[in-house]
């Protein structure tokens, strides 16, 4: 009896290791990568994903050369806390997706921040692809100066109307 026990567990064994060794050969084969050790070793602790605040709708005056001209923008931003800093969630309702808002002094400087920079730019150059580019730059830094208890992300122009 104990000798058809051990047969048993070193044929389970072999197939085991059969089956091992075809799907590494399977997935070379594929292009796929082969787990890590540390797959292996279970799921670690996620980073923190950036999440996207709407900092609101923007009206300013821009200089234009010749005259004072508006620019209506909606502007948001990815943050991500950096330490246990966490934008709060807002909405209500379960099941629904919940939108992150900065603390009340957070967006205040950030809003700030934001039409600095609007009233600060060039009609002209607003009017390119280029410069509405170098804009969300230059936000993205006076944002990561007003918000040092993020990181700043990528800044989105949702609405850009010049008139």
């Known amino acids: 009896?104990?000798?058809?026990?051990?047969?048993?567990?070193?044929?389970?064994?072999g197939v085991a290791a059969a089956l091992v060794m075809r799907s590494r050969a399977v997935a070379s084969q594929t292009g796929e990568p082969e787990?890590?050790?540390?797959?292996?070793?279970?799921?670690?602790?996620p980073a923190a994903l950036p999440e996207v605040v709407d900092l609101g709708e923007f009206l300013v005056n821009v200089d234009s050369g010749g005259g004072m001209r508006d620019l209506r923008s909606q502007v948001g931003v990815e943050v991500t806390a950096k330490?246990?800093?966490?934008?709060?969630?807002?909405?209500?309702g379960e099941g629904k997706k919940k939108d992150y808002e900065l603390p009340a002094a957070d967006?205040?400087?950030?809003?700030?921040?934001?039409?600095k920079q609007l009233t600060a730019?060039?009609?002209?150059k607003l009017r390119t692809v280029e410069g509405?580019?170098?804009?969300?730059?230059?936000?993205?830094?006076?944002?990561a100066a007003a918000?040092?208890?993020?990181?700043v992300g990528?800044?989105?122009?949702?609405?850009f109307v010049m008139q």
């Open 35 to 45: 787990a890590t050790s540390q797959e292996a070793k279970g799921p670690e602790k």
């Open 107 to 115: 967006l205040l400087r950030a809003k700030d921040a934001v039409v």
């Open 147 to 151: 918000l040092p208890k993020y990181e």
């Open 83 to 92: 330490e246990e800093e966490k934008p709060k969630a807002g909405g209500e």
């Open 132 to 143: 509405r580019e170098e804009l969300k730059k230059r936000l993205a830094q006076a944002l």
């Open 1 to 13: 009896m104990l000798v058809i026990a051990v047969v048993v567990v070193l044929a389970g064994g």
């Open 154 to 159: 990528q800044v989105m122009l949702v609405s």
């Open 121 to 124: 730019s060039d009609f002209a």
